[in-house]
């Protein structure tokens, strides 16, 4: 049965930057023992900065040497320390890769690489676009990609990442994406959560993404086409049983993402697809293999297809 969502409030915005902070905070508060090292773009009037004036002990600011914070963050962990590290956006995947690869995964150590900024939502063109990070990660043995839907999946991400084994990367976006959720509801990582149900097509998505998928759907009803949502909010491990579930229901399968279409969740999909032999229509909705054009993110998304009217009409065309 899918969970009850906000699906009919449009304005209802959430902050995972400030989520993830906060639900820290409360971790600490409670006594659990973790370290967090961060980057010079932590406000300290933000939750996590409050974080940092109230436990200074158990902070660390690298500025802006994103590879030196994950470095030391893995030495850390092999110390024996659970580590949280907020990194921004495309910092993360593009400088500090060879940390990620070799100091974090290859040593398997309790490391939860929080990037900021995913996608095209930092807002600072083509260099600051964070577009091509889920492909390195699904490359890298070892690591856990969790991308919450807003920001109470946050917390609960942050929450359950606590006695979850292994480094893990936690990718949200900028800020001010409009709540999914309207009931609590029991989240597990790696296990993908039915948003809609759906007769004549399935969207799998990920991230902020996901509440354009839910208004595109609203279009489509009005036109009388039924399309349910999957929230595959963990990249890696892939919740595969689900995907074949909707897959051979509907007959008809696509992915949204604020990512590029190659080799982040679409490419997932298409993957398990195949492999299972697959015989419906399938199309990847996400950047395209291009530097973005430069603007508001929700002007890009815009602009490639990706806003509710875009995915609509892809949809429409896929069904046609």
């Given at each position: 049965?899918?969970?009850?969502?906000?699906?009919?409030?449009?304005?209802?915005?959430?902050?995972?930057?400030?989520?993830?902070?906060?639900e820290?905070?409360?971790?600490?508060?409670?006594?659990?023992?973790?370290?967090?090292?961060?980057?010079?773009?932590?406000?300290?009037?933000?939750?996590?900065?409050?974080?940092?004036?109230?436990?200074?002990?158990?902070?660390?600011?690298?500025?802006?040497?994103?590879?030196?914070?994950?470095?030391?963050?893995?030495?850390?962990?092999?110390?024996?320390?659970?580590?949280?590290?907020?990194?921004?956006?495309?910092?993360?995947?593009?400088?500090?890769?060879?940390?990620i690869?070799?100091?974090?995964?290859?040593?398997?150590?309790?490391?939860?690489?929080?990037?900021?900024?995913?996608?095209?939502?930092?807002?600072?063109?083509?260099?600051?676009?964070?577009?091509?990070?889920?492909?390195?990660?699904?490359?890298?043995?070892?690591?856990?990609?969790?991308?919450?839907?807003?920001?109470?999946q946050?917390?609960?991400?942050?929450?359950?990442?606590?006695?979850?084994?292994?480094?893990?990367?936690?990718?949200?976006?900028?800020?001010?994406?409009?709540?999914?959720?309207?009931?609590?509801?029991?989240?597990?990582?790696?296990?993908?959560?039915?948003?809609?149900?759906?007769?004549?097509?399935?969207?799998?998505?990920?991230?902020?993404?996901l509440?354009?998928c839910?208004?595109a759907?609203?279009?489509?009803?009005?036109?009388?086409?039924?399309?349910?949502?999957?929230?595959?909010?963990?990249?890696?491990?892939?919740?595969?049983?689900?995907?074949?579930?909707?897959?051979?229901?509907?007959?008809?399968?696509?992915?949204?993402?604020?990512?590029?279409?190659?080799?982040?969740?679409?490419?997932?999909?298409?993957?398990?697809?195949?492999?299972?032999?697959?015989?419906?229509?399938?199309?990847?909705?996400?950047?395209?293999?291009?530097?973005?054009?430069?603007?508001?993110?929700?002007?890009?998304?815009?602009?490639?297809?990706?806003?509710?009217?875009?995915i609509?009409?892809?949809?429409?065309?896929?069904?046609?």
């Open positions: 049965m899918a969970v009850k969502t906000t699906f009919d409030f449009d304005q209802m915005l959430s902050n995972a930057r400030e989520a993830y902070g906060e820290l905070m409360k971790l600490a508060d409670e006594g659990k023992e973790f370290l967090f090292t961060y980057s010079d773009n932590v406000a300290p009037s933000s939750s996590a900065g409050k974080m940092v004036a109230k436990y200074p002990d158990r902070c660390f600011n690298f500025g802006i040497a994103e590879p030196n914070q994950v470095g030391a963050s893995a030495g850390m962990a092999l110390a024996g320390h659970t580590v949280f590290a907020q990194v921004f956006g495309p910092f993360l995947p593009l400088r500090a890769a060879d940390q690869h070799t100091d974090i995964a290859y040593n398997d150590v309790k490391v939860r690489l929080i990037g900021t900024h995913s996608g095209v939502t930092a807002g600072g063109g083509p260099t600051h676009n964070d577009i091509a990070d889920l492909a390195l990660y699904r490359a890298i043995p070892n690591l856990t990609v969790v991308v919450p839907a807003d920001a109470d946050c917390r609960k991400v942050i929450r359950a990442s606590m006695d979850y084994d292994g480094p893990m990367i936690i990718r949200i976006d900028r800020a001010g994406s409009p709540n999914i959720y309207a009931e609590n509801y029991e989240y597990e990582i790696g296990k993908a959560i039915d948003l809609l149900e759906g007769k004549d097509a399935t969207i799998i998505s990920t991230g902020s993404s509440y354009e839910m208004m759907t609203k279009l489509l009803a009005e036109e009388g086409l039924s399309v349910g949502i999957l929230d595959m909010h963990t990249i890696k491990p892939l919740d595969t049983d689900a995907i074949i579930r909707v897959a051979e229901k509907t007959g008809n399968v696509v992915t949204v993402e604020d990512h590029s279409i190659n080799g982040g969740l679409g490419g997932a999909v298409a993957e398990v697809l195949m492999e299972a032999g697959y015989k419906g229509k399938f199309k990847r909705i996400g950047m395209p293999d291009q530097f973005s054009v430069l603007g508001d993110p929700d002007e890009i998304y815009k602009f490639y297809g990706m806003d509710r009217t875009g609509a009409k892809t949809i429409k065309e896929l069904l046609a």
